[in-house]
């Protein structure tokens, strides 16, 4: 079974602190993805990546930054928080070629994040 | 812009009844469609992928069918249980944004 893994299920920081989320898979897959979920908002691609070092924005990519040094390992950096990034936060991964429509996407436990 | 819409946003049958979730999208041209359950305050769970060749998936008591030129797939459950309760959602992946576009999701309340 594909397994996805996030560090934290529940996460409380203060305003301004650098905040850092992260993520593992044990599939071997190329892409990895960061959503959040908002009621009223469903979910919103933030970043991923199709390769080691490699990353395309999502759809709303503001206020934070990712990181792939390993093909396994997709981290999500919030630099500076804020409140309005009080969110759940999904991981995900699947197989596939970016513009050739990725396979299955399997999703992390999510980690509920609160900003002081 | 694809958009994905689901019918009914909430449901509530009770134990034993066979159900359908719809999924509607406005794009046709799409690689794949999946969807997902999620429980209360959790990820979500992967039930069914549907490649656009194809016209339907089962497992077990669910059966997925996609009609891609109508822009519509739907979910069927068989003889529903309490723990089928959750979020059920679907998402396409493809169209002119080459993302996978989720729907708003139905909840479903199975009553014992």
């Known amino acids: 079974d594909v397994k996805v893994t996030q560090s934290s299920r529940y996460l409380v920081k203060r305003t301004g602190e650098k905040v850092f989320l992260e993520c593992v898979q044990d599939?071997?897959?190329?892409?990895m993805f960061w959503y959040r979920q908002d009621p009223g908002l469903g979910l919103r691609l933030i970043y991923f990546?199709?390769?080691?070092?490699?990353?395309e924005k999502g759809d709303i990519p503001e206020g934070y930054s990712v990181s792939r040094e390993k093909k396994e390992r997709f981290s999500l950096i919030l630099e500076s928080a804020s409140t309005n990034q009080t969110s759940m936060y999904l991981c995900a991964s699947s197989n596939g070629k970016w513009r050739e429509g990725w396979n299955e996407q399997f999703f992390g436990p999510g980690t509920r994040l609160t900003v002081l | 812009k694809q958009e994905v819409t689901q019918i009914p946003a909430a449901l509530s049958v009770p134990e034993g009844e066979n159900l359908v979730l719809n999924c509607s999208f406005t794009d046709s041209a799409i690689y794949n469609l999946q969807w997902f359950r999620q429980d209360p305050g959790k990820g979500l769970t992967s039930l069914l992928l549907i490649q656009s060749s194809q016209r339907e998936q089962t497992s077990g008591r669910l059966n997925a069918s996609l009609d891609k030129s109508s822009g519509r797939s739907t979910l069927y459950i068989a003889a529903s249980q309490p723990g089928d309760s959750a979020t059920y959602l679907c998402a396409v992946n493809g169209g002119a944004t080459n993302k996978l576009i989720f729907g708003t999701g139905t909840l479903l309340a199975v009553q014992p």
């Open positions: 599939m071997d897959h190329e892409n």
């Open positions: 990546s199709y390769d080691v070092k490699m990353k």
